[in-house]
């Protein structure tokens, strides 16, 4: 495990140049995740022991499709169903600039703004602790999520918070292309680009422009 766990750091300095602040920010958030695992059970008892791969690189290999745009000073990126904060607060200690964590379970909502405090990103990091279905419009120009929903049901909810012009960038398993099919069905028009996942070699990164029904 410390191996994996080793090999991951090194990839998050050769393959995103993360900086030595930036790493023990990151270390700091995984030691966080796998002290409160047990009390609040919030990512699986399994995955927690490899928290670097499952977790923090999985969040992370979808930093280098939008880390130019997030890193703007007028980007807003939200994130739905953060979760432990997985990809959301990953990507605000990478660098973005902006990120909104929504999620509806109270537990989990603590712990994000604790950890965002302790990992010192809560000045650039918002958690909402509400149903997206009901949260006032986000004017979004990214929404991501991982492990959140089917796509047609994703974007059914997105549809209120991505701005016109905005993209999603997902993490979707082996169903994504029966889910690409099944969001076509339903109406919904988009290109879509992907990229074959990191640490899941079944799942894709999925990117969604020009996204319209
Ligand atoms: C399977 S978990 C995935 C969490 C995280 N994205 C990850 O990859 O580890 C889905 C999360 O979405 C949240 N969620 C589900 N439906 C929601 C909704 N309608 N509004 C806000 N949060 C929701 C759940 O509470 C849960 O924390």
Not at 32 to 41: E, F, G, R, T
Not at 81 to 98: D, E, T
Not at 136 to 159: C, H, S, V, W, Y
Not at 182 to 191: I, L, Q, T, V
Request: neutral net charge.
């Amino acid at each position: 495990m410390q191996t994996n766990t080793e090999s991951v750091k090194k990839w998050f300095e050769t393959e995103l140049h993360v900086s030595r602040e930036t790493m023990s920010r990151l270390e700091h958030y995984a030691d966080l995740v796998v002290k409160w695992q047990p009390s609040i059970n919030i990512v699986g008892a399994s995955t927690a022991e490899d928290v670097w791969a499952r977790h923090l690189q999985d969040s992370a290999q979808i930093w280098p499709h939008l880390a130019d745009i997030a890193q703007k000073s007028d980007t807003k990126i939200v994130d739905f169903g953060s979760g432990a904060g997985f990809p959301g607060v990953v990507l605000s200690i990478l660098g973005a600039n902006h990120v909104t964590m929504m999620e509806s379970v109270t537990k989990k909502t603590i712990f994000l703004t604790e950890a965002c405090r302790l990992c010192d990103c809560l000045g650039k990091t918002r958690v909402a602790r509400e149903r997206i279905e009901a949260a006032k419009p986000e004017n979004a120009d990214i929404i991501t999520a991982r492990a959140f929903a089917p796509l047609p049901k994703l974007l059914d909810m997105g549809q209120r918070h991505l701005k016109p012009g905005g993209k999603y960038v997902l993490l979707k398993g082996r169903a994504f292309e029966s889910e690409l099919a099944d969001a076509r069905n339903a109406g919904w028009r988009f290109s879509v680009t992907t990229f074959p996942g990191l640490v899941d070699p079944e799942g894709v990164v999925m990117i969604l422009e020009g996204v319209e029904r």
